[in-house]
């Protein structure tokens, strides 16, 4: 699965962003999606899609802010960020896999497949 991330650039501190994960060569409900950000040398997991998309999960550090939804027309996955903070900057990434359904963790070498990251920058 090719992924294409858009959507990241500078916004202020209590702003918002939407984000964009554009796939091809599958279809999103053939995979878990995760969504994963990098501030410094981790890969962190935030937020998934279960396989078949049927079940969302969020971790604590974005739960009430941050809402992944989905176009099957488009193939697409958005992730829509909220009440941003400064330390949500970082380059974010969408991850696929097929290998597991559930959201249980957030382990990056679970996922397959990865695109290309896009910067997002909270600062006033």
């Known amino acids: 699965l090719q992924l294409v991330e858009s959507g990241g650039g500078l916004v202020q501190p209590g702003g918002s962003l939407r984000l964009s994960c554009a796939a091809s060569?599958?279809?999103?409900?053939?995979?878990?999606i995760g969504w994963f950000r990098q501030a410094a040398n981790e890969r962190d997991g935030f937020s998934c899609f279960?396989?078949?998309?049927?079940?969302?999960d969020y971790a604590d550090s974005v739960k009430g802010r941050f809402t992944i939804s989905r176009d099957h027309a488009t193939n697409t996955v958005y992730l829509q960020m909220n009440s941003l903070k400064p330390e949500d900057t970082a380059v974010y990434y969408c991850?696929?896999?097929?290998?597991?359904?559930?959201?249980?963790?957030?382990?990056?070498?679970?996922?397959?497949?990865w695109g290309q990251g896009t910067q997002v920058l909270v600062s006033s």
């Open positions: 279960s396989k078949g998309g049927s079940i969302t």
């Open positions: 991850a696929a896999t097929t290998a597991y359904y559930y959201c249980s963790r957030y382990d990056p070498y679970e996922y397959n497949d």
């Open positions: 060569g599958g279809t999103l409900d053939s995979y878990r």
